[in-house]
Nanobody, 124 residues
Framework: VQLQASGGGLVQAGGSLRLSCVAS????????MGWFRQAPVKGQEFVAG????????WYLDSVKGRFTISRDNAENTVFLQMNSLKPEDSAAYYC??????????????????WGPGTQVTVSS
C-alpha cells in the first residue's frame, strides 16, 4: 500500500483545512484508515479513524466536533476536514492504513502502512 497525503498549509486560528490521502497498491475499500499527527516536541498522536466503509468513525477527544474523517472508496481517498483550528493542532499529519480492520484502534502500531506527512501550521 502506498499512501500520499496532501492539503496541509498555514492557516490562522479559527480557520479550516482539508487533508486528503490517496492510496494505491491494494484494495482500498478492504481496510480501515487513520490520521495521526506529530508535533516537534510531542510524540505521535492519534487524531481520527474510519472503518472500511465509513460506518464507524472515532476521534481524539480534543478534536471531536471540529474534525471530520471521511472516505471515498471509489477514489481510494480518505479525508480529514479540520475546522476551528487551534495553534495546538499544528503538527505534521500522517495517514495510515490498518489492513486487519481493527475498529476503534488508536494505536499506531496497529497501522501497517504510512504515508509521508503533510505539515499543518496554525498561527495565533
Amino acid at each position: 500500500v502506498q499512501l500520499q497525503a496532501s492539503g496541509g498549509g498555514l492557516v490562522q486560528a479559527g480557520g479550516s483545512l482539508r487533508l486528503s490521502c490517496v492510496a494505491s497498491g491494494r484494495t482500498f475499500s478492504n481496510y480501515n484508515m487513520g490520521w495521526f499527527r506529530q508535533a516537534p516536541v510531542k510524540g505521535q498522536e492519534f487524531v481520527a479513524g474510519i472503518d472500511w466503509n465509513g460506518g464507524r468513525k472515532w476521534y481524539l477527544d480534543s478534536v471531536k466536533g471540529r474534525f471530520t474523517i471521511s472516505r471515498d472508496n471509489a477514489e481510494n481517498t480518505v479525508f480529514l476536514q479540520m475546522n476551528s483550528l487551534k495553534p495546538e493542532d499544528s503538527a505534521a499529519y500522517y495517514c495510515a492504513a490498518d489492513v486487519h480492520g481493527r475498529d476503534y484502534s488508536s494505536d499506531g502500531a496497529e497501522y501497517e502502512y504510512w504515508g509521508p506527512g503533510t505539515q499543518v501550521t496554525v498561527s495565533s
